[in-house]
C-alpha cells in the first residue's frame, strides 16, 4: 500500500470510572497500511507516549477530573499512512465522563505529495494535509506542529523551516479544537544556499555611459548565472551573465538584477547608475551619487536587507556626506550604509513595491550631490516573495515587528517606540538610540536634543535569529552663529584672521562658506586670508546644518595703500619745499642792505 491514505484506527480503554492513580490499559488497534505501526498516544491530562511499537499501554491520572484519550497510528509505508482514532472519555476519582466531541469524521494528517528540494534556509510551504476533525464541523483549524531529529529548529520553531542543507525525516502533528490529534511523517530535502554577486561598471560617468554588468553564482538547486534577469530602465530587460547597456541621457537609473533557481531560491541588487552632462557641458557638476540595495526583489521575511550610497567625484574618491534613506512608511536613517530585516509583509495597497527615497550632501559644498539637488526616489517592484497560494516563506521562526515616532520635531523631543518579538527560545528586544544611550523592553521613551539620529531596534530569539528595524529622527534646533575677524582694517598687506563657531539647528556637522570680496572663498571653519593690495572688501560667511537651515554674517574690511606707496609723493613733497625755502633764502640775498 501507500500513497498517504488514512489508516483505520481504534482505541478502547480497560476502565472508564477509574480512581486516582489506578491502571487504566489503553489498547489501540489499527487495520490497513504497512505494518509494523508506531503508536502515539495522548491521554488528556497534558501527557502523551510517544513513538511507541506497542498497541497498548497502561497509564495511571494523576489527578481526579475528567478526560479524553486519543492514539494516532502511522505506518512503515513511504510515504508514510496514518490515522487517529476517535476519543475515549475517562472520568477520575467520581468525576463524570466528559463528552469528547467524536466527530463522525476523524481528524487525519497525510504527507502531501511532492514537496520537492527548497534552498537553505527552506520553508516548506505545505508538507502534510490534515482532514476531519473539527474542520469537517467548521470548528477552529487545526493547529500544526513539526519535529525532526536531523533538524532541531523545525521542532523549536513549530515551524518546517530548515536552516541547514540536508536530507531530513520531518514529522507533523495536527490538534484540533476538540483536542484531536492526528501526525504524519515525510522526507524533505534542502539544497546549499544560492549565493550571487553582481556588479554594474561603471557606476557614474558624463552621457554616453555604457555600464557593463556581470552576475556570478554558486549553490542552490540548479542556479545558473546566465539566467539573471537585468532591469535596466523602465520596459528594458536583458538576460545573461555578462550584459550592458548605453544610457544616452543623463538623470538616475535604477538596474536589478534578479536570479531564481529550482529549489526556489533567490538572489538580487539594485543599482543606481548615476549618468552625467556629456563631457565639456558648461557649468558646474557636483559629485555623483551611486547606491545599492541587497536584495531587492523576491525577498523573504526575516531576511536582512542592505542599503549602501555613496557620493563620489570625477577622480572616483569618494566625497564626504550626510546621507538620508527613507525605507518604506517608517523606516530608514541618517547614514551611508544600513541595514533593516524584511520582518513585516507589505501593507495592502503597495502592490508589494518597496518605496525607498536617497538624499546626500556633500559636505565640501553644502549642496545635494548631482542632480535632482533635492535627492532620489524608487521603487523596488515585486520586492516580497510571494509564492503560489499567495504563500510568503520565511528565513527563520522569529516574528518581529515594531513602530516608533514622531520622525521630526522641535528639541527636546519627546520620541517613543514598541516592539512585539516572538521566537523559539523566547525573544528579547534592545534600542539603541543613536545618541550614546540604549534601552531594552518593549515599550520605550526617550528625549532628543537638536541633531539627526539612526535609531536600531534589535529583535533576538534564543536560537539566534536576529531582526533590526532602523527609524531616522530629525530633531530642529535654533541655529546659532558667532563668528569674528582679527581685524577690519589696516595697510596692505593686510593678514587677517578669520573665526567660527555654530551651534544648534539639526547639530554638526556645519558647512562654511566664507567669501572674501577679492574672488576668493574658503570652506574652513577657521583660518587666516591675505589682502595684498589695499581695497574695500565685503566679506561674507554662511553656515549651513544638515537641515539646510543657514545663518549669515557680513563684515567690511577697508585696506590701506602701504608706506612704500607714499614714498615717492613724500619725497617730491620735500623736495619742492625745499626749492620754495631756498628762493625765499636767495631773494633775500639780493636785496640792498639797510642804510646803502
Avoid at 563620489?312 to 530608514?332: I, Q, T
Avoid at 530629525?474 to 558667532?482: A, I, K
Amino acid at each position: 500500500m501507500g500513497g498517504g491514505t488514512a489508516l483505520a484506527v481504534s482505541l478502547t480503554a480497560s476502565t472508564v470510572n477509574p480512581g486516582r492513580g489506578a491502571p487504566v490499559v489503553l489498547t489501540a488497534g489499527a487495520t490497513g497500511g504497512v505494518a509494523p505501526y508506531l503508536y502515539n498516544f495522548t491521554f488528556g491530562d497534558g501527557t502523551f507516549l510517544l513513538g511507541s511499537s506497542v498497541a497498548s499501554t497502561t497509564h495511571a491520572f494523576g489527578a481526579n477530573g475528567s478526560f479524553c484519550a486519543e492514539v494516532v497510528v502511522s505506518d512503515s509505508a513511504i510515504p508514510v499512512d496514518g490515522g487517529a482514532s476517535a476519543r475515549v472519555a475517562v472520568g477520575v476519582g467520581g468525576a463524570p465522563v466528559p463528552d469528547c466531541g467524536n466527530d463522525t469524521v476523524p481528524l487525519t494528517m497525510t504527507p502531501s505529495p511532492n514537496s520537492g528540494v527548497r534552498d537553505a534556509p527552506a520553508d516548506f510551504p505545505e508538507l502534510f494535509s490534515v482532514a476531519g476533525g473539527s474542520t469537517a464541523a467548521s470548528g477552529l483549524s487545526p493547529s500544526l506542529q513539526f519535529s525532526s531529529p536531523g533538524d532541531p529548529y523545525a521542532g523549536a520553531c513549530g515551524c518546517a523551516i530548515f536552516r541547514e542543507p540536508g536530507a531530513y525525516t520531518v514529522t507533523g502533528y495536527a490538534n484540533d479544537s476538540e483536542n484531536a490529534e492526528a501526525s504524519a511523517t515525510t522526507d524533505v530535502t534542502v539544497a546549499p544556499p544560492l549565493v550571487a554577486s553582481f556588479t554594474a561598471s561603471p557606476a557614474y560617468g558624463p552621457a554616453p555611459l555604457t555600464v557593463t554588468f556581470r552576475a556570478s553564482a554558486s549553490g542552490g538547486d540548479g542556479a545558473n548565472a546566465s539566467d539573471t534577469r537585468w532591469t535596466i530602465g523602465p520596459g528594458t530587460e536583458l538576460t545573461g551573465n555578462l550584459v550592458s547597456t548605453t544610457y544616452d541621457v543623463p538623470g538616475r537609473y535604477l538596474a536589478v538584477a534578479g536570479l531564481s533557481d529550482l529549489g526556489d531560491g533567490n538572489a538580487s541588487e539594485a543599482f543606481l547608475i548615476d549618468v552625467g552632462p556629456p563631457a565639456g557641458s558648461v557649468g558646474a557638476v557636483g559629485p555623483a551619487l551611486t547606491a545599492t540595495v541587497a536584495p531587492a526583489e523576491n525577498v523573504a521575511l526575516g531576511t536582512a536587507v542592505n542599503f549602501t550610497a555613496r557620493l563620489v567625484s570625477a577622480n572616483g574618491s569618494s566625497v564626504p556626506g550626510v546621507f538620508a534613506w527613507h525605507v518604506g512608511a517608517m523606516s530608514g536613517g541618517y547614514r551611508p550604509s544600513l541595514n533593516w530585516t524584511y520582518s513585516d509583509p507589505l501593507p495592502a495597497g503597495t502592490g508589494n513595491a518597496l518605496n525607498v527615497t536617497l538624499n546626500a550632501t556633500a559636505l565640501s559644498s553644502g549642496v545635494s550631490g548631482g542632480a535632482p539637488p533635492a535627492g532620489v526616489g524608487f521603487v523596488l517592484s515585486g520586492f516580497g516573495a510571494i509564492e503560489a497560494g499567495g504563500f510568503e516563506p520565511r528565513t527563520d521562526g522569529l516574528v518581529f515587528s515594531d513602530a516608533a515616532g514622531p520622525e521630526t520635531g522641535t528639541a527636546p523631543l519627546g520620541w517613543k517606540g514598541t516592539a512585539t518579538a516572538t521566537g523559539p527560545g523566547g525573544a528579547t528586544v534592545e534600542w539603541v538610540f543613536g545618541d550614546g544611550s540604549e534601552q531594552s523592553g518593549g515599550a520605550v521613551q526617550h528625549a532628543y536634543a537638536p541633531g539627526q539620529y539612526t535609531v536600531e531596534v534589535t529583535a533576538t530569539d534564543g536560537w539566534g535569529d536576529v531582526a533590526t528595524d532602523v527609524h531616522p529622527v530629525d530633531v530642529v534646533g535654533v541655529l546659532s552663529l558667532s563668528a569674528s575677524l582679527s581685524s577690519t582694517s589696516g595697510a596692505a598687506p593686510l593678514t587677517v584672521d578669520f573665526r567660527a563657531v555654530a551651534a544648534g539647528g539639526v547639530g554638526p556637522p556645519y558647512v562654511y562658506l566664507w567669501s572674501f570680496g577679492d574672488g576668493t572663498n574658503s570652506s574652513a571653519e577657521n583660518g587666516t586670508h591675505a589682502f595684498p593690495s589695499s581695497g574695500t572688501f565685503a566679506i561674507s560667511l554662511r553656515v549651513s546644518d544638515t537641515g539646510h537651515d543657514s545663518a549669515d554674517r557680513n563684515w567690511t574690511v577697508q585696506v590701506a595703500p602701504s608706506f612704500a606707496a607714499y614714498l615717492p609723493a613724500l619725497l617730491l613733497g620735500a623736495g619742492a619745499a625745499a626749492g620754495v625755502a631756498m628762493a625765499v633764502v636767495l631773494g633775500r640775498r639780493r636785496s640792498p642792505a639797510p642804510g646803502a
